[in-house]
């Protein structure tokens, strides 16, 4: 092995390493301000089914010209998440809250994000998946263990009912070698870290 090859392979274990414990860190707590934690959750947990809308949207833009045999997979994932949109929206609603400040940021992240990681290949697009994927799941985890501790039930049950297609996203992504692969090591840590910093900014 070359000594960049050791260099790269360090620098994606570090990567990595530090964008699952900077997953870990985030905690949900009642809010101080106006607007209530599970609100928070409901908006930003909108917001980031917007940007996966855009991610899939781009993808498939992508991949009708290079890859079209993995259309109908992406256009289930975003029937998927055209579905959570409505999921979310209806119990936003029914508390009288409107879309989350970053809406728009996340579609137009997620439209960069597919775009860039369509124009890496199959394995490009599968990293993409695993990595926004991988940090979803997280956070809905530690949503759902908050939302419990307050009875929140409508809240607890909305957020619940994503979860199960979020994983499938995710496993999907890893069986396809979305998880693995040591060249989209960088790939993975930005999209990762991006993702994170948006739920982070929803949330303030």
């Not at 899939?56 to 010209?65: C, G, K, P, T």
Request: aromatic residues 14%.
């Amino acid at each position: 092995m070359s000594i960049a090859s050791i260099f790269y392979s360090d620098f994606i274990y570090f990567s990595l390493k530090n964008s699952r414990l900077f997953q870990l860190r985030m905690k949900y707590k009642d809010s101080k301000g106006s607007l209530d934690t599970p609100k928070k959750i409901l908006k930003v947990n909108h917001a980031g089914e917007f940007g996966a809308i855009n991610i899939y949207r781009s993808q498939i833009f992508v991949s009708r010209i290079f890859m079209r045999d993995l259309v109908p997979l992406l256009e289930s994932f975003l029937a998927d998440e055209k579905r959570h949109l409505q999921i979310f929206w209806a119990e936003i609603q029914s508390r009288n809250g409107v879309k989350c400040k970053s809406f728009w940021l996340c579609g137009l992240g997620g439209y960069f994000m597919g775009f860039v990681s369509a124009l890496l290949g199959k394995k490009g697009i599968m990293a993409c998946t695993w990595a926004v994927e991988s940090v979803v799941v997280n956070h809905l985890n530690t949503q759902l263990a908050y939302l419990e501790s307050k009875s929140d039930r409508a809240a607890y049950n909305t957020v619940a009912a994503i979860l199960e297609d979020e994983k499938n996203h995710r496993d999907i992504g890893s069986e396809h070698g979305g998880a693995n692969n040591i060249w989209y090591g960088p790939l993975r840590f930005a999209i990762s870290l991006f993702t994170e910093s948006v739920i982070r900014f929803g949330m303030r």
